[in-house]
């Protein structure tokens, strides 16, 4: 299995910004897939999750502003960023979870500052 992250970068407050993750190698329509997220000196956050219907659900904290969506064809799930933060800066991760098996990808860096 295979999960790999695209899309980090730089962006000022206020800005937007699209991950996406490509997974191979396991039967994607199936997997619940997640979004999380790790600042240094913080634990790993969930950030977002889609079931394989496309049922959604948000952390706290980005609710509002991100949207988690996925593509069941090209296998792929996307986190659209909105009106982002110094906060949201992290690490952000793509998981998968297939009948109790986690996969996790490598992580792409998002950085927020002016």
């Known amino acids: 299995v295979q999960l790999v992250e695209s899309g980090g970068g730089l962006v000022h407050p206020g800005g937007s910004l699209r991950l996406s993750c490509a997974a191979s190698g396991l039967d994607f329509s199936r997997a619940f897939m997640d979004w999380y997220r790790q600042a240094p000196g913080n634990r790993r956050e969930l950030v977002a999750t889609?079931?394989?219907?496309?049922?959604?659900n948000y952390g706290d904290s980005v609710k509002g502003r991100f949207t988690i969506s996925r593509d069941n064809v090209n296998n792929t799930v996307s986190l659209q960023m909105g009106d982002l933060r110094p906060e949201d800066s992290a690490v952000y991760y793509c998981?998968?979870?297939?009948?109790?098996?986690?996969?996790w990808g490598q992580g792409t860096q998002v950085t927020v500052s002016s």
């Open positions: 889609i079931s394989g219907s496309g049922i959604t």
């Open positions: 998981k998968a979870v297939l009948l109790w098996q986690v996969y």
